[in-house]
């Protein structure tokens, strides 16, 4: 399929099931992306995740990433979810995961700019695997923004 063309959101759902391998589907005129149990997103502010999106793929285990303006969105492989005191510690650190049943707005088009106000930095791709939601957190909490925290 040849992105350029695309010109519906159903193209778009067929686009990203097909050349992705996501498990996307349309709600409310947008291609979602459902949190699921074997699909997670992490949500970091933008600073940290500059310098996760660094390590990781220092360390050859970075997946698809979207940024937003202010957070970008780590896709995940949900190998665990952090307990009461790691979230307590992500929630201070405006990092958020998801709970299974919600979903991530995905883009409508693959250049920088979209309707959704959304791009990938990493697009996902079927030879991409999604790296443990575990190893991004380990690495968030790792790198620190170089302020305060």
């Not at 996307?24 to 999106?53: D, N």
């Not at 650190?93 to 990493?122: F, H, K, N, Q």
């Amino acid at each position: 399929m040849n992105a350029d063309k695309l010109r519906t959101i159903d193209d778009w759902v067929a686009f990203y099931r097909h050349e992705f391998g996501l498990p996307v589907a349309e709600r409310g005129g947008f291609v979602m992306l459902p949190v699921t149990s074997r699909v997670g997103v992490i949500h970091l502010p933008v600073a940290r995740a500059e310098k996760v999106r660094a390590t990781l793929q220092k360390h050859d285990n970075a997946g698809p990433m979207l940024a937003r303006q202010i957070r970008w969105s780590f896709l995940a492989g949900p190998d665990s979810r952090p307990g009461d005191q790691i979230m307590d510690v992500l929630n201070r650190l405006d990092i958020g995961i998801p709970a299974i049943g919600s979903a991530v707005m995905l883009p409508t088009g693959l250049g920088r700019w979209t309707r959704e106000g959304c791009y990938w930095v990493v697009p996902p791709t079927r030879e991409l695997k999604l790296p443990p939601l575990s190893a991004i957190i380990t690495t968030a909490l790792a790198v620190g923004t170089g302020s305060e925290d």
